[in-house]
């Protein structure tokens, strides 16, 4: 039997897949802050990068100190010695290996960002071999992903960590709560009380690009609630299961209405040219860089194992593209072909293999919504069981929306502006097409279109919405 076979039959809906009833997709504890002593040269050499603010190697207007600080920074970290993983890779400890990838992805992200534009890229040994085993390990890619930078990577705020927050949401303390579940509650909480752990630039606008994130994996916990309510009402399919899943629905558009309003409430607080030219440069992955240049991993054909399992194969940068709770609201409510455009495909890749089993057993359901509503559509109370749906495939479509707006707003004019403050043609015209591209590789603004399109033409018709 498959481990998702026995994960998917044994247990259930939720905490078999690490998604996690009052976190969702993030952990249910807070991620671990530093690995332990045997690896602290690690965490050094990420606190030395990220104290000395090491910039992209192709800022424009980079000065001869910076180059010369980033050059010292990565001979430093040459000149570490190789450090064994063995320890870190222990089933029982998945925490360990998380925060390694976290830490290592980030060095490399350091390490190649800051190299001069034109240079050839070569991962050091020290580095370049515990990334491909702890990646291995984890079945993730060796680059950073969505799960280094939101899912293990945050912390509480201290007031919280002190003992000084009383735990509950804004409204009332969540353990006398009227209108949320326990475990709403506590993602409520978290929600309003969570921090980014580490960033490579120190910016509070770094950390606010984060915790948006994170705070649109909390309030979906509701969802996913919803989803496995909505799936035993179509298991079951008695004769009120249409009154209980229009209510479901209707509640479910409400939730997804609020990630968009938490995605749009990054503006005051990430600025839009912050983000563009002193963040976003370190997601970029081997196919976002406008120079084609080759990621090679020193010392990889020593270890054979390594190059057996293709672990170097997947190198696109992050993004939140790689959000495992955005493809499960798609899969739910049956939108088509976004999974299987080879785009998102590629991005189940980049997600942790659990929520990937999760991703599977979700879009295999014998019973699928979508088929539930246009088989009652016409029956009685099938009008509001219809118009519930759609609703809720119009709040997905608007979360897309203001994704699209959002992707223009830090992407599209920061872009334009970096362009207009270029002279040489040549220059302009390459980046011209870097920044039309997304971390993910992607042609951004035709992929987004897209997808939102895909998304309004999964409504039932006729719409009444
Ligand atoms: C400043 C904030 C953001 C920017 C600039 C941005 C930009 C982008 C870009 C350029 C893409 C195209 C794929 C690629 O090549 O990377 C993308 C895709 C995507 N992003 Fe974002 N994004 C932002 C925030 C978010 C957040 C907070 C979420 C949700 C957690 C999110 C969810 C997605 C999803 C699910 C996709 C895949 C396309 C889709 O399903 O609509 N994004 N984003």
Not at 28 to 35: A, F, H, K, Q, T
Not at 245 to 274: M, S
């Amino acid at each position: 039997m498959s481990t998702y076979e026995k994960l998917s039959k044994a247990t259930p809906f939720q905490t078999a897949f690490d998604v996690d009833p009052a976190t969702g997709f993030m952990p249910p504890e807070p991620p671990l802050r530093r690995l332990p002593q045997a690896w602290e040269a690690w965490e050094v050499l990420l606190d030395e990068a990220i104290h000395k603010r090491l910039a992209p190697g192709d800022k424009v207007g980079l000065t001869m100190a910076e180059a010369t600080q980033s050059e010292r920074w990565r001979a430093s970290l040459r000149a570490i010695p190789l450090i064994s993983t063995t320890e870190l890779l222990v089933d029982d400890e998945p925490a360990l290996a998380r925060r390694a990838h976290v830490v290592l992805t980030f060095l490399l992200s350091f390490y190649i960002h800051t190299l001069p534009p034109r240079s050839s890229i070569l991962i050091p040994k020290p580095l370049s071999i515990p990334l491909l085993q702890v990646s291995n390990h984890l079945g993730m890619p060796p680059v950073v992903t969505y799960s280094d930078t939101v899912l293990y990577n945050w912390e509480l705020q201290e007031s919280v960590r002190n003992g000084d927050a009383t735990p509950g949401c804004s409204s009332c303390p969540a353990t006398t709560c009227a209108t949320l579940n326990p475990a709403t509650a506590r993602a409520s909480f978290l929600s309003e009380n969570i921090r980014a752990q580490t960033t490579f630039t120190g910016l509070t606008d770094e950390e606010a690009f984060y915790e948006t994130s994170a705070k649109i994996e909390l309030r979906g916990v509701e969802a996913l609630d919803i989803m496995r309510s909505t799936m035993d009402e179509l298991f079951v399919s008695d004769s009120i299961a249409v009154t209980r899943v229009t209510k479901l629905l209707q509640r479910f558009a409400v939730v997804v209405a609020d990630l968009k309003k938490i995605l749009l409430d990054i503006r005051p607080l990430c600025d839009p040219e912050r983000y563009y030219n002193d963040v976003r440069p370190f997601f970029r992955g081997e196919d976002s860089s406008h120079e084609e240049r080759r990621w090679v991993f020193e010392g990889l054909e020593e270890y054979p194992d390594l190059v057996e399992s293709g672990v170097t194969k997947e190198l696109s940068g992050a993004s939140a593209a790689q959000s495992s709770l955005i493809y499960a609201l798609d899969a739910f409510l049956g939108v088509k072909d976004v999974r299987s455009s080879s785009f998102m495909a590629r991005m189940q890749k980049y997600v942790p293999k659990n929520h990937r089993l999760f991703l599977d057993h979700l879009a295999d359901s014998s019973r699928p919504l979508r088929s539930f509503v246009m088989d009652r559509a016409d029956g009685q109370d099938g009008q509001e069981l219809k118009d519930a749906y759609n609703a809720s495939v119009n709040a997905l479509k608007e979360f897309r929306d203001g994704h699209m707006i959002i992707a223009a707003l830090y992407i599209v004019g920061p872009a334009r502006r970096a362009r207009n403050r270029l002279q040489d043609p040549e220059e302009t015209k390459k980046l011209k097409e870097r920044s039309l591209k997304g971390t993910g590789g992607t042609d951004m603004v035709k992929f987004l279109k897209g997808v939102r399109d895909q998304t309004k033409h999964t409504m039932i018709s006729p719409v009444v919405v």
